[in-house]
Every structure is written in C-alpha cells, then in structure tokens.
C-alpha cells in the first residue's frame, strides 16, 4: 500500500486495513513494539496511517528505544516530526522495534525481540530500522520514519525492499528522538516508492526552533521536481565502494542501474573518496563516544527503570544500568568512555575528528563536478538471523558504504535496485548538503525505468 493507495481507501479504511495488516503478518514478530490509538482528523494534507520508530517519543504510547531501561516509558512530550505529521493529517498507529537505542545492523540487539524479514522470514531485516523497514515491506502502513546514523534507514530499506531516505543533518528536526550520537543522528521516511519519500519529507523538513542544528532554510517542492527527466545530470561513481568487501554481484546490479540512468542522458564519470575507507573506523570511535556522554542521563532515577536492590546511590547508578542496557550498549558505552578518556582523547577521538573532516572533503571535491554520487547501498544483502551476533566487527561491517555519508552530513537515498539471489539490492544515491531535491529527482528517474 503507497500513500496514493491509502489515499483512495479514505483515512478510516486504510487504518483498518493497516491494523488487519499487523495483525495477519504477526507472525513477522517483533516488527511493532506498540500500537497506538489512531486518533483520526482527515484534516491536512496527508490523512493516512503510519508507523513510527520507538526511539522518536510520541504521546499516549509508551516510547523504549527497545531497551529495558526505558521500559514502560511514557514521554511528556512529542517530538517535532510526529507533530508536524499529525497536524498534517497522518495518523499514528504504532511504533516500530529497533536495535537497542539504534545501536546495530539487523534488529536484533532489541530488547523485545527480534524483528524478520519480510522478503525471507531466516533473514534479519537490517537496522537499526528494522521494524520501520519490515512494516512498510510487508504493507503494514504506507510510511513509516526511521532514523539513520550511519545507516540506519538506509541499510534496513535495501534488506526490506524498500526506499529510505537520509535528509541532510540539519534538515529535519530532531527534537524528540532518544540521542545516541548528536553529530550524526537524523530522522527521514521509510516508504514503498520515492514520490512518498519526497511528500513525507516535505512534510517534516524545515527549521525547529526547538533543535539548534536545523536550518532556517527554503524547503523547495520536493514532489513537482519528479519528472524523471535526468538529462546532463552528472553521475559520480566513487572507485572505492566497488571493490573490496562489497559483494561482487550486488556490484554488477549497481552498475547495471548507473547504465540504466546513462542511457537516460545521465552523464557518468568514475570518482576518488580516498578517505571513505577510513569512514568505518571513524565512526566507530566518534559514535560510541557521543553514546557514552548521551546516555550518562540514564541514571536510575531520571527515566525508565530504577533498580529495587540498591542500597546507595552508587549502587541504584550502577545496578540500573546494568540491568537496563543490553550488551552491544555496553560495549559502545565502555569504548566510548576509552575513547574520551585522559590520556587517549588526542589518540582516537580528536584524531577521528580530522580523519571525518577529510572524508567531507573528499565529498566536496566530488562535488565540484559531479551532482550525485552512487554506489550500492550494503556490501551484501540480507544475512541470516543470528549470523552476526557473535560477531561485533562483521556486524559493523553492514555500514561500509552508509558510514561515509553520515559522517559527512549529507543526503543519501537508498532505492530497490533489484536482487540477488532472490534478495533485495539497493542503490544509495548521495548528494550535496540540502539538496535533496536532486537525489530524489535521481531516484526517481531510475524507479521509472528500472
Ligand atoms: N549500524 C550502525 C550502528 O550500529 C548504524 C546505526 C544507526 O544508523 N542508527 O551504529
């Protein structure tokens, strides 16, 4: 179901359908941490039902992050997006499961179980926006939103299926989603087809004056530059994310997709982003150590659970946390706190600073001649359930090709660009900050023709 066909059905039928959806496919389990009572006002300009991540706080629904610390809680305030959404018509019906606090690549690190692929129930649907990305492959909803920070709406939407989008760092508010890493975290929309992506994305763009980083910015017509019209558009195919660890036929797809868009007056150049290979461990330094300062609040005594067997302070800190955070958080809390700790700050932090400002350059560059740069999405398609847990470095491994772009702040879209071996492939079009415009324009134009 697209947004048009939600449209068709009227806002009463559709939520209907949507929540007979969810409770037919339940079997995917673990693809909604809640439903919500559809409160329906078919004013506004996009009356349709809608999924929305556990990490983005909503009102009368509890709102977990899908980790024990937060359980049962309940936020006195909704975030900008879900405000904007609502008063736009839309209706929230749920929310999604996610990797704990958004820390992960397959939904499974939540702490209420694991979400599957709709495609292929043996497989994980990518994440940390794996409910998000099952629940529109599988028709639950129209859209849904995620939350990308170094794939994470993007990696989902390629294992699913499916289209996400990634706005520019900056462009749409965060207010009201759970922090994890503040430099990188953005919020964008999960749906079934590029024009929804553009109308959702028109609908939360735009400067919040309750979050800092957004920018007082025109928010062009997202929809009307969707002619699928691409002629003299210049494509920049980056060398380096075609090579080592990316799966040779997801290769073949990708550059099978970039023929298609030449033959459509597209102009292809082959491009260098040297530093991108350092982008993984970059980010792994710099993540995990906004992870380790944002998530001090949980304390045991601020939010979500505090633990009954404690006798002092320390103890409720200690025995809270421990109890409330599953193990890949603690694992990126413990780097984090090494990472920024006397001593080692210069080493790793500071160092992985200007190694992300040298991968913005090499964008930059790109950028003075290219308008988009593509490559695939992921460097395979979807693993199998419990394939990776063991396993933290083949699991970080899934953000390969997302890792640059979220370091560098820019727009990226992930669209279907086929299969392999019966599995999903997407095609990631990057562009130049706030210019989502012309990835969207892109995307479309190979959903066309493909
Ligand atoms: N897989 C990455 C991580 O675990 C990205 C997560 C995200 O984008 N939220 O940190």
């Known amino acids: 179901m697209n947004i048009e066909e939600a449209e068709k059905l009227g806002i009463e039928q559709a939520t ?23 409160i329906i006002s078919k004013t506004g300009i996009l009356n349709v039902p809608y999924l929305c991540k556990d990490n983005i706080v909503t009102l009368g629904t509890k709102t977990t992050a899908a980790s024990k610390i937060l359980e049962n809680f309940e936020s006195p305030y909704e975030a900008t997006v879900v405000r904007r959404l609502r008063e736009a018509g839309a209706v929230l019906i749920g929310k999604t499961n996610l990797d704990e606090f958004a820390m992960g690549s397959s939904t499974e690190n939540s702490a209420y179980g694991v979400t599957k692929n709709p495609v292929d129930e043996t497989r994980v649907p990518g994440g940390s926006s794996g409910g998000s990305a099952a629940a529109v492959a599988s028709g639950m909803v129209p859209f849904a939103l995620g939350s990308d920070t170094g794939g994470s709406i993007r990696q989902p939407a390629s294992f699913c299926g499916v289209v996400g989008l990634m706005p520019t760092y900056g462009r749409v508010s965060r207010y009201g989603l759970i922090a994890m890493a503040s430099s990188l975290d953005r919020i964008g929309p999960i749906t079934t087809c590029v024009k929804d992506a553009a109308r959702v994305l028109q609908i939360i763009a735009g400067y919040d004056e309750h979050d800092s980083t957004t920018v007082d910015i025109e928010v062009p017509d997202y929809v009307s530059v969707l002619d699928g019209d691409i002629k003299g558009l210049k494509i920049g195919v980056p060398k380096e994310y075609f090579g080592e660890g990316v799966n040779e036929t997801i290769v073949q797809v990708v550059r099978l997709g970039i ?30 150590s906004e992870v380790s300062a944002n998530l001090a ?25 421990a109890q409330g955070f599953g193990v890949e958080v603690k694992r990126r809390i413990m780097l984090g706190t090494y990472t920024l700790s006397a001593g080692f700050r210069d080493a790793y932090y500071d160092k992985a600073q200007r190694v992300r400002t ?11 001649q290219v308008d988009v740069i593509i490559s695939p999405t992921t460097p395979t398609v979807a693993f199998k359930i419990g394939e990776r847990v ?57 959903e066309q023709v493909r």
Not at 297 to 321: F, H, M, P, Q, T
Not at 361 to 368: C, G, L, N, R
């Open 358 to 368: 040298l991968i913005k350059q090499d964008f930059d560059k790109a950028f003075e």
């Open 390 to 446: 063991q396993d933290p470095l083949s699991m970080y491994r899934a953000d390969l090709l997302t890792a640059p772009a979220s370091l560098a702040g820019l727009p990226a879209i992930s669209v279907p660009g086929g299969e392999v071996e019966g599995l999903p492939v997407g095609l990631q079009i990057m562009g130049r900050q706030f210019d989502e415009k012309t990835i969207l324009r892109v995307a479309y134009a190979y």
């Open 16 to 38: 209907k359908e949507s929540l007979t959806t969810i409770k037919v496919k339940s079997d995917l389990n673990a693809i909604l941490a809640t439903v919500a009572k559809p």
């Open 297 to 321: 609040r949980y304390d045991g005594i601020r939010y979500g659970i505090s633990a009954k067997d404690a006798n002092n302070l320390w103890e409720v800190y200690d025995k809270s946390r």
């Open 259 to 288: 023929e298609m868009l030449e033959k459509q007056g597209a102009v292809v150049r082959e491009i260098s982003l040297p530093n991108s290979k350092y982008a993984l461990a970059t980010y792994y330094i710099i993540q995990p």
